[in-house]
């Protein structure tokens, strides 16, 4: 069964700091992978998606993943934060069974200036 | 284009009662998904709906029900609420359901059992 895990629940990251995000998936074919952002008391916001192609996917708001078949990765970056991107994020793997998204628990941005 | 509109954006209900949360999809999409969100389980899939058909389930009790619409509007019901039930109910919606196609999320319902 796919299964998603972020080993990070908190990350704290300076304003104008790189920022990276883990997510590590299982599932034994090729995946659909996706990041989600939500601010609090909003739902989710697709910031990007993984089909097939090039590994290096760009984002809405600066971010890009790139996905790495060999260590199961899809791991989210972004070269300079902004204060405005504290926010929770989930990495999501589908697939398996039709549209059915998998997430993993999600990790909490805070941005300190 | 309009979102995924979720009404009503907070209930609170108290145990044993039912709730019936709604959902309307973006204009054109044909696949409607549901997720419960909390804190000590996070987000998992309840089931979709695709052309008034639920075409696929997760791991939920039978008390949690839905139905689609022919306009692509979905309900989702839950009878004999428990305190467990307490969440944020997500729906979403896609084209058509297929795996490539990204789902569309509504700031959700907040569902709080007293």
């Known amino acids: 069964a796919q299964s998603v895990t972020q080993p990070d629940i908190h990350i704290t990251v300076s304003e104008g700091a790189s920022l990276e995000l883990r997510c590590n998936y299982s599932?034994?074919?090729?995946?659909?992978l996706f990041w989600y952002v939500q601010s609090p008391g909003q739902g989710l916001q697709l910031l990007l998606k993984?089909?097939?192609?090039?590994?290096l996917v760009q984002g809405i708001k600066g971010f890009e993943a790139e996905f790495k078949r060999s260590q199961s990765s899809f791991n989210l970056r972004k070269p300079s934060v902004h204060w405005s991107d504290a926010a929770e994020y989930f990495c999501?793997?589908?697939?398996?069974?039709?549209?059915?998204?998998?997430f993993g628990a999600g990790t909490i941005l805070r941005v300190k200036s | 284009k309009a979102g995924v509109t979720q009404t009503p954006r907070y209930l609170i209900k108290t145990r044993g009662q039912q709730v019936t949360l709604s959902c309307s999809p973006i204009?054109?999409?044909?696949?409607v998904s549901w997720y419960q969100q909390t804190p000590g389980q996070g987000l998992q899939f309840l089931f979709e709906?695709?052309?008034?058909?639920?075409?696929n389930k997760g791991n939920f009790p039978g008390r949690f029900s839905g139905r689609q619409f022919s306009n692509s509007r979905s309900e989702m019901n839950v009878s004999t609420l428990e305190l467990g039930d307490s969440a944020l109910y997500l729906c979403?919606?896609?084209?058509?359901?297929?795996?490539?196609?990204?789902?569309?999320f509504g700031d959700g319902t907040r569902l709080s059992i007293l």
């Open positions: 979403a919606s896609s084209l058509e359901g297929a795996p490539n196609q990204p789902q569309h």
């Open positions: 599932y034994g074919a090729t995946p659909y």
């Open positions: 993984y089909f097939s192609g090039d590994t």
């Open positions: 999501a793997v589908g697939g398996e069974y039709g549209n059915k998204l998998v």
């Open positions: 204009s054109g999409h044909r696949s």
């Open positions: 709906y695709f052309s008034e058909t639920q075409r």
